[in-house]
Nanobody, 125 residues
Framework: QVQLVESGGGLVQAGDSLRLSCTTS????????MAWFRQAPGKEREFVSG????????VYSDAVKGRFTISRDNANNTLYLQMNRLRPEDTAVYYC??????????????????WGPGTQVTVSS
C-alpha cells in the first residue's frame, strides 16, 4: 500500500538543469528521512542526497555537492531534487527512498524501507 513515485527525469545536455519530484502515500508525520539514490547500468545503487526533519538537515554526496539541492514539502507529501550543471556522469535511474526511523540521514540503501520505481535521467555531452 505504500507508494513512492518519482517524476521529472529526461534527456538533457551537459550544463542543463532538471528538477525531480517524489510523491508519497506515507503520512508525512511518520517519515523521518527521505533520500535520493541513483544507479547507472552496471553500477551499484549509490547515495545522492538525504533530508531529515521538518526544516531539514541535509546530506550530499561529494559527487553532487554544490550542484544539487534537496528539499521537501510536507504539506504536499513531496520530495524534490534540484539538479544544476548536470554532467554525463550524472546519467542514471534516480530513486526516491524513505524511512520512518532513525536520528540521522543514512547513506546506506539497507536503511531505507520504502522505494519508488525510479525515473531516468540522461545527460549527453
Amino acid at each position: 500500500q505504500v507508494q513512492l513515485v518519482e517524476s521529472g527525469g529526461g534527456l538533457v545536455q551537459a550544463g542543463d538543469s532538471l528538477r525531480l519530484s517524489c510523491t508519497t502515500s506515507i503520512p508525512t508525520s511518520y517519515i523521518v528521512t527521505m533520500a535520493w539514490f541513483r544507479q547507472a547500468p552496471g553500477k551499484e545503487r549509490e547515495f545522492v542526497s538525504g533530508i531529515r526533519g521538518i526544516v531539514g538537515s541535509t546530506v550530499y554526496s561529494d559527487a553532487v555537492k554544490g550542484r544539487f539541492t534537496i528539499s521537501r514539502d510536507n504539506a504536499n507529501n513531496t520530495l524534490y531534487l534540484q539538479m544544476n550543471r548536470l554532467r554525463p556522469e550524472d546519467t542514471a535511474v534516480y530513486y526516491c527512498a524513505a524511512r520512518t526511523y532513525g536520528a540521522y540521514v543514512s547513506t546506506s540503501t539497507a536503511d531505507y524501507s520504502y522505494w519508488g520505481p525510479g525515473t531516468q535521467v540522461t545527460v549527453s555531452s
